[in-house]
């Protein structure tokens, strides 16, 4: 496929609902509401909001520059741009950091499969908290369960990538975003009509700013590029399949919009049914699997009929949730190989959603059968996560700011900004000096605070 006949999204709603599932994942409903919890609720979510709108918004719109000016992929859009020049590493990087996500986050997102299940089963019926834990414990050691969910989960985004930009990635899109909201609003209803939710819903809407320090600033920085997919490569990607139409601006703010709405709502699903039994919304990474399946039996104990459609439908959520963003990591990868290669679509598919599984099963053995093998004293699950959301994550971001803000030609980024003159944008000079400035400055201090350097 050359760069002129690149294939393009069929619709302007397509191109903001492909790039919003993209943004919207686990991150938005597991990740979010446990960070919130962790910095005082209502006060963190202000400050998110300020990073999503302040930094996270121009590094979309860089990516987005990126992606639809070089109609290639995160791989070779560096190349296209900057040809003969180091700068291609970056978009290499973007692609490698992609793919190894897809391979670790394929394992938690075959873990929503297993709660559905169990949900669906009665599973969750007359269990205690040790029970909670001791299920969750059980079921991520096993060396075979998890695998079968993980072969599933890479099989359906196979199936939907393997089918093209329009008629896979999009269709999807339209299918899936509005199913995740309709779901989302309506467990968050359940929720906020609990007795005693109205505990839950201060703590998310009422701030408490002696709670806000630094940490909080750069937790909720770290939040937003995580959420937001930013360095992930899947925001240039899809930005190669815009059309010359397509508003930058209008579409980075319709994303963030969704994106932040979707984990607000998922923050009104879990703290108002946490406080409305006691426990507390600070629960950590387990929130998802082993303290939210307590909340929902004790939440609707004298309504078991409510429990097990709540619970079903939390689990049903998060498997779409999780879904939209491993289709983004899929296409990243996919349409590299398409390209720079020349593999038939298909045969680049299956390549990558191969050798996603083979990093699956590695990550999924290392919490049970494997745990022994460690690097730098984490297993090798944990290092995987390390290795992206601490290192390769932050890196590419920066480097992008970088590259958009100081290399691109000035009169590119403008044109792609303003659509070749055709729109007034009255914010690009502040846009280009938060590029130039700011956001490597605030993604350096992420990259040093994750490594505990700040501490």
Not at 95 to 106: A, C, E, N, R
Not at 280 to 302: E, H, K, R
């Amino acid at each position: 496929m050359s760069h002129h006949d690149r294939v393009n999204f069929a619709s302007k709603l397509g191109a903001v609902l492909a790039v919003a599932g993209s943004a919207v994942g686990l991150g938005n409903i597991w990740r979010f509401p446990y960070e919130a919890g962790n910095h005082g609720g209502a006060a963190f979510i202000l400050v998110y909001l300020g990073c999503v709108f302040i930094f996270g918004l121009p590094i979309m719109m860089a990516e987005f520059t990126i992606g639809r000016r070089s109609k290639a992929s995160t791989g070779e859009a560096f190349h296209v741009l900057a040809p003969h020049t180091p700068w291609r590493w970056v978009g290499y990087l973007g692609v490698l950091t992609s793919f190894l996500i897809l391979g670790y986050y394929s394992v938690v997102s075959g873990w929503t499969l297993e709660y559905i299940v169990q949900a669906m089963t009665g599973g969750f019926s007359n269990k205690t908290s040790a029970d909670f834990v001791n299920m969750f414990t059980d079921f991520s050691q096993n060396p075979f369960r998890p695998l079968c969910y993980l072969f599933v989960f890479i099989l359906l985004t196979h199936l939907v990538v393997v089918k093209g930009v329009e008629k896979g990635i999009e269709r999807f899109a339209k299918l899936l975003m509005p199913l995740l909201f309709i779901l989302v609003v309506l467990l968050a209803v359940c929720s906020v009509l609990l007795p005693g939710a109205e505990r839950g819903i201060e703590f998310l809407l009422k701030p408490d700013f002696s709670k806000v320090t630094p940490d909080v600033f750069l937790s909720a920085m770290g939040q937003a590029f995580f959420s937001l997919s930013l360095g992930m490569g899947c925001l240039s990607t899809y930005a190669s399949y815009f059309g010359k139409d397509t508003r930058l601006g209008r579409t980075a703010m319709s994303v963030g919009i969704i994106d932040t709405c979707v984990a607000v709502l998922s923050g009104l699903i879990i703290f108002p049914a946490a406080f409305s039994v006691g426990i507390q919304p600070d629960a950590g990474p387990s929130l998802i699997f082993i303290t939210l399946p307590n909340v929902f039996q004790q939440a609707f104990s004298g309504i078991p009929f409510l429990s097990f459609v709540c619970s079903t439908l939390f689990y049903v959520l998060l498997a779409l949730a999780a879904l939209t963003s491993t289709i983004s990591l899929h296409e990243v990868s996919t349409v590299f190989l398409h390209e720079k290669f020349h593999f038939t679509r298909k045969k680049a598919a299956y390549i990558v959603s191969c050798g996603s599984l083979l990093i699956g099963i590695v990550s999924s053995l290392a919490l049970g059968i494997w745990s022994s093998y460690t690097i730098a004293g984490m297993n090798i699950f944990d290092a995987l996560d390390y290795l992206t959301a601490k290192i390769m994550l932050p890196v590419g971001g920066m480097l992008t700011a970088i590259f958009v803000g100081w290399v691109l030609k000035k009169q590119i980024l403008r044109d792609e900004i303003t659509n070749y003159g055709s729109l007034k944008v009255s914010f690009y000079p502040v846009f280009v000096f938060i590029l130039k400035f700011i956001a490597p400055i605030g993604i350096a201090l992420i990259f040093i605070n994750e490594l505990g350097l700040l501490k």
